[in-house]
């Protein structure tokens, strides 16, 4: 049986378990605060002690915040400041980040194949269906996103950085400090607005919404969603750590 270590990379905090094939956590995930500053030398070693408390494993999965292309980070939005999301960038983070080879580093680290993918796209993985046109949307400290064609992941689009209203990128427009300004009902309508625009750009065959944040959209505005959106559990984030190794990947 084959073992896999699931990482989920978040602007606060830095999550992991260890998954069996069908994706059955054999642990208690494991949490740890987001560290900053975070230079990439701190990033490796902060998942290798999480690593080290979790029972042993056989791969590896991490998912990322950003633009992750074959594993080598293009951008990420947190890891580069000083204390955290939407706190000051600091230019020497930005040099480490920016073509950082994650994948290799890991799986050196780790001693193991490593797979790094951005995290909408592992949590993706742990939900889809694997038919048709799927979108993943994840709402938490920003906005993820992933997009499978008949189970193959497509290529990363940074969705959370195109302006959507006011001159507000996705990430500003429904993230974290959003919800936490406006309450539930007024971030629950903004959602509703986020899915009504985006169904004719992407007309997909299922949207499904995760996240931690997913949990805050209210019922009047789930009613009005459609049946062709589902809201998924933020566990599918760990979960489909195991199931990412069956994707085809380009």
Known sequence: MTNTLAVDCGGGGIKGTVLDE???????????????????????????????????????????????RHG?????PHYVTRTGP??????????????????????TAFGMPTRVLNDAE???????????LELV????????CAIFDGGRLAPHLELSQAPVRWGLSYD??????????LGAALWSRRVARVVEGLR????????????????HITPTVLSRLGDDVVIVPNTA??????????????
Do not use: K
């Not at 592992?122 to 038919?131: P, R």
């Not at 949307?137 to 993820?144: F, Q, W």
């Open 22 to 68: 069908a994706g059955t956590m054999r642990a208690q995930p494991v949490r740890v605060p987001t560290p900053y500053p975070l230079p990439t030398s701190l990033f490796v070693q902060t998942l290798v002690d999480l690593a080290a408390a979790l029972p042993r494993a056989d791969r590896a999965t991490v998912g990322l915040p950003g633009m992750i």
């Open 72 to 76: 080598v980070v293009v951008t990420t």
């Open 86 to 107: 939407r706190s000051r960038v600091l230019p020497e983070l930005v040099v480490q980040w920016e073509g950082f080879d994650a994948q290799t580093a890991l799986t």
């Open 122 to 132: 592992i949590h993706g993985a742990g939900v889809i269906a694997g038919q048709g």
């Open 137 to 144: 949307l994840t709402l938490g400290t920003g906005l993820g």
């Open 172 to 181: 500003t427009y429904i993230g974290e400090p959003e919800r936490a300004r």
């Open 200 to 215: 004719p750009v992407f007309l997909w065959d299922r949207l499904y919404i995760g996240g931690g944040n997913s949990r």
């Open 237 to 250: 984030a760990l979960v489909g750590g195991a199931r990412t190794w069956l994707l085809t990947i380009d």
